[in-house]
């Protein structure tokens, strides 16, 4: 697919579904997932006017940024990971969506001390299905230990709590109701930022559920193959 096409169609439907929930359009920022597509495509996507990049697997995400190191790009994580590639990740990340455990905080808090740079934003990842007892292996945490680790990254330096970031559920009660986990998570967002008021980053809505995810409140949408194309199996 032709990527200004994709882009233009992924805009078009930001701004309706900022239209029809009565969102103004600056408070939607669409974040292209690039993960197995080539720098070129990213710089491609830059001449179009993109800044925001995301990622889920350093590997690939590490060479990718350093040969855009010279476009004024954001890098947003949001895969699961893992405290050995924490040193690698900010390197390029400014943004880190899937924090979901204390020990993960740490890493990060650390790495961001030795790097002196400005506090690394980290967005809690929530798990939804695990409410339902179900998704043990996958990214992410129960709802009820957004607050736990919130607060440790409020304590930690080199870090702060940006917001909250979730996947909408295969399975459990959300299974197929992307509307009903997104304002679950706004809920969720609405309890943090009574611990941090500046944590107001809600992070949901993919190809398939931008819509769903505007009308209950993300301020980051993550799209990578309604601008790219169906990805090529991994393989
Ligand atoms: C791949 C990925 C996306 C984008 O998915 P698409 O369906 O291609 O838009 C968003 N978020 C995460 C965490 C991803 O891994």
């Not at 992307?178 to 304002?183: I, K």
């Not at 008021?197 to 009308?215: L, N, Q, Y």
């Amino acid at each position: 697919m032709e990527l200004t096409t994709g882009l233009a169609r992924v805009e078009e439907r930001i701004d309706r579904a900022c239209a029809a929930a009565g969102r103004a359009r600056d408070e939607v920022t669409l974040v292209v997932v690039s993960k197995t597509y080539p720098a070129e495509d990213v710089r491609i996507l830059a001449e179009l006017g993109v800044r925001q990049f995301a990622e889920n697997r350093d590997q690939e995400a590490a060479p990718k940024a350093e040969a855009c190191a010279d476009l004024p790009l954001t890098w947003h994580f949001v895969g699961q990971l893992q405290t050995n590639k924490v040193r690698s990740v900010l390197g390029y990340a400014d943004y880190v969506h899937s924090v979901d455990r204390v020990r993960l905080v740490s890493a990060l808090s650390a790495e961001a001390v030795r790097r002196e740079r400005a506090p690394l934003e980290c967005l809690i990842q929530v798990a939804l299905e695990k409410e339902s007892g179900l998704g043990g292996g996958r990214g992410g945490v129960a709802p009820d230990g957004v607050g736990e680790l919130a607060e440790a990254l409020l304590a930690a330096p080199g870090v702060r709590p940006a917001g909250v970031m979730t996947v909408a559920p295969l399975e459990g009660a959300y299974a197929g109701s992307p509307g009903a986990a997104f304002e679950r998570l706004a809920e969720i967002s609405r309890d943090l930022r009574t611990l941090d008021p500046a944590a107001t980053m809600v992070s949901a809505g993919m190809s398939a559920d931008v819509e769903e995810a505007i009308a209950a409140g993300a301020t980051h949408v993550r799209v990578g193959s309604a601008v790219l194309g169906v990805r090529p199996a991994l393989g």
